[in-house]
């Protein structure tokens, strides 16, 4: 069974920084691309950022360009999404998603989901 | 960068209803394009890829069609699980990859 398991949200500052984490299990890790998408309290879906299987093509969002990082470790089955200054517009629940092809740079929708985690940025 | 935009924001149904919900791109996305459903506090299910191709475990009574700017989901007869808000997703482009602004369904 494929299972996606998120975490490290919580609450932060403005300006703070904010590491999550995302467990998979069930499938073969390092044959799909993964993503990070996000929903704001009682708003639609946003996509974050991509990462290929072997981390040789990555995408960002403008929303978040040059302030989060996408990383993945295939030899632990995680995927990463460091997070710095962090801004109120950030708060989310973020979800981490696989891909459900395992074409590098290509995608056809995102199959898989974990239950997210909630990141929220208050002073 | 490439919007999505969905229509209607809302619709009020009733169960054995057939419901349509379109979504339109900014440029043509060939069939590069996804629809999601999504229950509250859940995470999004994927119901349609390649624009018109049924995920495995999908009930048939959802359906995808359309191609180039314009889609259409189209749910045959309501069943009361479905019941949420739906969103589509442009896979043609990664920058950025953009979701619809989403359709709740809603009981009449």
């Known amino acids: 069974e494929v299972q996606l398991v998120e975490s490290g949200g919580g609450l932060v500052k403005p300006g703070g920084s904010l590491r999550l984490s995302c467990a998979a299990s069930?499938?073969?890790?390092?044959?799909?691309?993964m993503n990070w998408v996000r929903q704001a309290p009682g708003k639609g879906l946003e996509w974050v950022s991509s990462i290929s299987s072997s981390s040789s093509y990555i995408y960002y969002a403008d929303s978040v360009k040059g302030r989060f990082t996408i990383s993945r470790d295939n030899a632990k089955n995680s995927l990463y999404l460091q997070m710095n200054s962090l801004r109120a517009e950030d708060t989310a629940v973020y979800y981490c998603?696989?891909?459900?092809?395992?074409?590098?740079?290509?995608?056809?929708?995102?199959?898989?989901w974990g239950q997210g985690t909630l990141v929220t940025v208050s002073s | 960068d490439i919007q999505m935009t969905q229509s209607p924001s809302s619709v009020s149904a009733s169960v054995g209803d057939r419901v349509t919900i379109t979504c339109r791109a900014s440029?043509?996305?060939?069939?590069?394009l996804a629809w999601y459903q999504q229950k509250p506090g859940k995470a999004p299910k994927l119901l349609i890829y390649?624009?018109?191709s049924l995920q495995s475990g999908v009930p048939s009574r959802f359906s995808g069609s359309g191609s180039g700017t314009d889609f259409t989901l189209t749910i045959s007869s309501l069943q009361p699980e479905d019941f949420a808000t739906y969103y589509c997703q442009q896979a043609n482009s990664f920058l950025p990859l953009t979701f619809g602004g989403g359709t709740k369904v809603e009981i009449k």
């Open positions: 998603a696989r891909d459900r092809i395992v074409v590098p740079a290509a995608t056809e929708g995102f199959d898989y």
């Open positions: 440029q043509g996305i060939s069939s590069w």
């Open positions: 069930g499938f073969t890790f390092s044959s799909y691309s």
């Open positions: 390649a624009a018109s």
